[in-house]
């Protein structure tokens, strides 16, 4: 399998996990006393989603390439 033809692969992989699953429509963001606003949720509720389409992505590639 040459770079293009991967490239190819990881792309239509990483779309098929994006599409599989549903991601968070709406994220919250705090603001303490001192009007600091808190994005740890936001961010915490992002990573999560992109760790889980990373993973599906990553299975889904390495079983086409065995």
């Known amino acids: 399998m040459n770079e293009k033809e991967l490239v190819d692969l990881v792309e239509a992989k990483m779309k098929e996990a994006y599409e ?3 991601h968070p429509k709406k994220f919250f ?5 001192r009007g600091v606003v808190d ?3 936001m961010y915490n ?3 999560s ?8 992505t ?6 086409e390439c065995k």
Request: net charge negative; charged share 30%.
């Open 29 to 33: 963001l705090t603001e303490n006393g």
């Open 39 to 41: 994005g740890g949720e």
């Open 45 to 47: 509720a992002l990573l």
């Open 58 to 63: 990553l299975v889904a590639v390495l079983k």
């Open 20 to 22: 599989s699953s549903e």
């Open 49 to 56: 989603d992109m760790m889980e389409i990373t993973k599906k």
